[in-house]
């Protein structure tokens, strides 16, 4: 055998030491630093996640934002330089058989809303994740949604015309 078979035939049969980088530890890395730009109040950096069409649904029925909505919603607190804290206490992330879509659910920690949930759809844009879609929500224990059905429904009901002066 000659040596450049015997090299050929060498590193042939050398196992793969290098792993593909875990693309869920891609997109947790984007998820935390997306949270922490708000908490940080750096627009320029939390808005830079997003895709262009991408969509923010708030707590809020009526919170459902694009993303320059959604920007132009925020930039008084990020103006401040106080916007929000999220910190994701669990997450699940769920990618598609090609790799190039992600969901996922994650628990927050808030200091404002109490303990709340994201849930979202992230995109591969070349080689970032990218966020297409976030939906912020405030869990409802069980034992309390028949009071809080109610009360949305008496938030939601038109006001009463005042009465006519004689």
């Known amino acids: 055998m000659s040596t450049v078979s015997l090299l050929l035939f060498v590193l042939a049969a050398a ?9 869920k530890a891609g997109i947790t890395t984007v998820l935390d630093d997306w949270h922490l ?55 699940h992330i769920t990618l598609s058989k090609d790799g190039k879509v992600a969901w996922f659910d994650e628990v927050l920690d808030t200091p404002n809303l109490g303990p709340s949930r994201g849930s979202g759809v992230l995109v591969k844009d070349g080689a970032t994740w990218k966020i297409a879609q976030y939906n912020l929500s405030i869990p409802i224990p069980n034992d309390i949604v028949d009071d809080v059905v109610k009360r949305i429904a008496e938030a939601s009901k038109p006001a009463a015309a005042p009465a006519p002066k004689n």
């Open 15 to 23: 196992p793969v030491t290098g792993k593909a980088a875990d693309p």
């Open 37 to 91: 730009a708000a908490a940080q109040a750096d627009e320029a950096r939390y808005f830079k996640y997003f895709t262009p069409d991408a969509v923010y649904l708030g707590t809020d029925a009526t919170e459902r934002w694009t993303r320059d909505e959604f920007r132009a919603w925020a930039r008084p607190y990020f103006s401040k330089g106080k916007a929000w804290t999220f910190k994701a206490t669990s997450r």
